[in-house]
């Protein structure tokens, strides 16, 4: 019935997986329109429940990982390269850099670089720490960083290891399912190969939506600074149509002309805006505290790493910690994809040094000017900032610039930025729905894409409509859990085939159980000679 209506439609899809993604958020979109209040209430009490209950598997699971990652990056597996061994990278280290990073967490530095080491500078989340003082300067920067710094791209980084290991080296499909054929053979071609992909599908349009959510309150946040536009329900939507339609556009374009060009101009107006207020901020003050912060980050990663309030039962960590991280996993698939997608040729200590290493120096400089230059602010008094901030984070960026010269300039500019990491974000995530929905042998149609572009914007209104802030983070908490868990299961099957490849079996041989023996060769690996890599070609 499925492949009756796909070619009446005459789309190019896998229509178990096409279908059940679109049908699962066309019935919550048709669900939360009306009954916006029973639905949001529904993922609060949910929300509450994971928090109460599984807040621990959240913590350990990211940091776990971390650690995983850069023992693979130290471990003989570190020089296998995501293609052939004498493949080389498609991109330049920078242009590599750019892409990765406008479309991993621009929007959201855009929105929180001021937001949140304000908010623990004013309010700290630790015991007899003073609102305002040193220390409390030191521990928002702290904060920040962890929930921004390696953590955060250690869960974009081990699904784009997985799959640009899977796609590059063995010839399997660009979708999440491949990741998972060391443990279920040619399973992953059927039902329970889709119902991955379908989470994989439906994590990314409701992260992505969410991202849009923030970004579209911040606009609108701009917009009534700059212009007196109003901030409310229909502005939001409005902005959220405007945006998509840019990124439909984009998307339209593909991935050279479109997302590349974008990501590589909001590089440069990103790195204008953080030179302005280096330049006109408390300069001195900005470079001694990021070198401070560097040191505090390190020293108090390992315990707080592990951290999860055993012993003070408050709502801060549901409210910070938990929904970055499983914000962060909602965004998994996308990024994990999108990363792959231009990281072809590198080795994996490459991939793992650049993909946690770049993107967290780079987060480091953005918190060291914006939220140094914020906390900067508050203690001088200049702008009553921590008020605003706690009253609506998304105003924050723009009445931080008002304590600098230009700061309509400043702001015009900030907006302009916010709207090319809207579309950067969108456009991307379009694309690699795309590649989830459909087979490598397939064309990718410009109507598919379009389509998702357009769904992440009606599912960002909607949540928008649906209880705003509270019902962005309570909808993410959720459903980020599924996927944690297909990120742990993730891991395990990268290295079961790292070890195979390693010692020179197959990916069949390790499939149907012939990797391992009990009793192997003396010398502990096959003969080289004995080796030759299989090319899976399956769709």
Request: charged share 15%.
């Amino acid at each position: 019935m499925l492949e009756r209506l796909q070619r009446r439609l005459g789309l190019q899809t896998i229509p178990g997986v096409f279908f059940t993604s679109a049908g699962v958020a066309t019935l919550f979109v048709a669900l939360a329109v009306p009954f916006d209040e029973a639905v949001a209430g529904s993922f609060g009490l949910l929300t509450g429940w994971v928090a109460r209950n599984l807040g621990w598997f959240y913590i350990l699971s990211v940091s776990a990982l971390l650690i995983f990652l850069l023992g693979l990056a130290v471990s003989r597996y570190g020089d296998i390269r995501l293609g052939a061994d004498d493949s080389r990278p498609d991109y330049s280290n920078l242009t590599w850099f750019t892409m990765l990073f406008a479309a991993g967490i621009g929007t959201i530095l855009m929105f929180w670089g001021v937001a949140e080491p304000v908010s623990h500078f004013s309010s700290p989340p630790f015991d007899g720490v003073q609102p305002g003082s040193e220390r409390a300067a030191s521990d928002a920067m702290t904060i920040a960083l962890y929930h921004f710094g390696l953590h955060t791209w250690t869960i974009f980084a081990l699904p784009g290891l997985a799959i640009g290991y899977f796609a590059y080296r063995h010839n399997l499909p660009m979708r999440i399912s491949s990741l998972f054929y060391p443990i279920l053979g040619e399973r992953v071609y059927g039902p329970w190969g889709w119902t991955v992909d379908v989470i994989a599908v439906l994590g990314t349009l409701f992260g992505v939506a969410t991202s849009l959510g923030l970004g579209t309150l911040q606009l609108n946040s701009g917009l009534n600074y700059l212009f007196g536009t109003p901030s409310s329900g229909l502005v939001q939507v409005a902005l959220i149509a405007v945006i998509t339609s840019i990124a439909a556009t984009s998307v339209a374009l593909g991935l050279d002309k479109g997302v590349r060009r974008l990501s590589q101009l909001n590089i440069l107006l990103a790195m204008a805006l953080l030179a302005f207020v280096l330049i006109a901020g408390p300069t001195v003050f900005i470079a001694e505290g990021m070198v401070q912060s560097v040191g505090d980050y390190f020293d108090a990663l390992p315990w707080l790493a592990f951290w999860t309030e055993t012993f003070k039962e408050t709502d801060w960590q549901r409210q910070w910690t938990l929904f970055y991280w499983a914000w962060t996993i909602s965004w998994a698939p996308y990024v994990g994809i999108f990363i792959a997608r231009i990281s072809r040729g590198r080795t994996i200590r490459e991939f793992v040094a650049g993909v946690l290493f770049a993107p967290t120096a780079f987060t480091l400089v953005w918190f060291g000017i914006f939220g140094l230059s914020a906390i900067n602010v508050e203690m001088g008094g200049e702008i009553a900032l921590a008020e605003q901030v706690h009253k609506d984070p998304s105003v924050a960026i723009f009445a931080f610039l008002e304590a600098f010269p230009f700061s309509g300039l400043a702001s015009a500019l900030s907006v302009v930025i916010i709207v090319v990491f809207f579309t950067t974000s969108s456009d991307s995530a379009s694309l690699v729905i795309d590649m989830l929905t459909r087979r490598d042998d397939q064309p990718s149609l410009v109507r598919q894409r379009i389509f998702w572009a357009v769904a992440q914007g009606v599912i960002a209104a909607t949540l928008l409509l649906a209880g705003g802030l509270d019902a962005l983070q309570n909808v993410i908490t959720s459903l980020g859990l599924p996927f944690c868990i297909l990120l742990i299961f993730m891991a395990v099957a990268l290295f079961r085939a790292l070890r195979a490849d390693y010692r020179g079996y197959s990916m069949n041989e390790l499939v149907h159980g012939r990797a391992f023996p009990e009793v192997e060769a003396s010398s502990g690996t096959k003969q080289e000679s004995e080796y030759v890599p299989e090319a899976i070609d399956r769709n």
